[in-house]
């Protein structure tokens, strides 16, 4: 079965730079949700996007931005990348049912990002 | 402030013997209370979600318990295998229209021969 891809898996990138990080959901699956795990962290909630518009905002910080696509794919901007900023990036997808809270997530495998 | 604390922190057991994590939290208003298993380096895996109507949920090998009045779940986990070894995490979700979801620490299992 198709899962959720996330692209690039790995980046490398300098104080100050931007990157910009990929997820492709499972296929007929409508939201997409950003996490955040810094090194030995829970992961945290960035944002979320259902049908192309932003759903809920966790703690994204404004040099992050997001949005999602007509074919819901959606990339996560970072700008002005701090040391700080280094973490995996997972990217999950769920479909809709009108309970959205409860709706399953599926997890991508994750973007390692690292700021040097 | 919403809070959800996983014990033990890490665990060792031996391959075939069965196991218990637990979860406590502080949640509230509770929608949704979520296990997880991930891997080193990999995305988070769902084992149950779990509704406040709801006390026991099997998945294999894996059941989870909730008692919403005292906020507290457990993970059973059962003739452990190596394959389980991974940390796992209990995730709550707040209700209110949006998703607000509230990660504990995770339990780290690791499962020896």
């Known amino acids: 079965a198709a899962g959720v891809i996330q692209s690039p898996r790995h980046l490398i990138k300098e104080k100050r730079e931007t990157a910009t990080l990929k997820c492709y959901p499972i296929?007929?699956?409508?939201?997409v949700y950003w996490y955040q795990q810094g090194p030995g962290q829970d992961p945290q909630f960035l944002i979320s996007?259902?049908?192309?518009?932003?759903?809920d905002k966790g703690s994204i910080p404004d040099r992050f931005s997001a949005q999602q696509f007509s074919d819901y794919h959606s990339e996560l901007n970072m700008s002005s990348l701090e040391l700080g900023d280094s973490a995996l990036y997972f990217c999950?997808?769920?479909?809709?049912?009108?309970?959205?809270?409860?709706?399953?997530?599926?997890f991508g495998p994750g973007t390692r990002l690292t700021v040097l | 402030k919403n809070q959800v604390e996983q014990s033990p922190q890490s665990l060792i057991i031996l391959e075939g013997k069965n196991c218990t994590l637990q979860?406590?939290?502080?949640?509230?208003?509770?929608?949704?209370l979520r296990w997880y298993k991930q891997d080193t380096g990999r995305g988070p895996v769902s084992l149950t979600i779990?509704?406040?109507?709801?006390n026991t949920k099997s998945n294999g090998r894996y059941t989870a318990t909730l008692d919403a009045d005292t906020k507290q779940s457990s993970l059973h986990i059962t003739a452990s295998q190596l394959s389980d070894s991974a940390s796992y995490i209990c995730?709550?979700?707040?209700?209110?229209?949006?998703?607000?979801?509230?990660f504990g620490r995770g339990t780290s299992l690791i499962v020896h021969p």
């Open positions: 999950a997808s769920s479909q809709q049912t009108g309970m959205f809270s409860r709706d399953e997530q599926f």
């Open positions: 296929p007929r699956h409508d939201t």
């Open positions: 996007f259902y049908e192309k518009m932003q759903s």
């Open positions: 979860c406590n939290y502080t949640v509230s208003p509770f929608s949704n």
């Open positions: 779990m509704t406040f109507s709801e």
């Open positions: 995730v709550v979700i707040s209700s209110g229209g949006s998703y607000i979801p509230t």
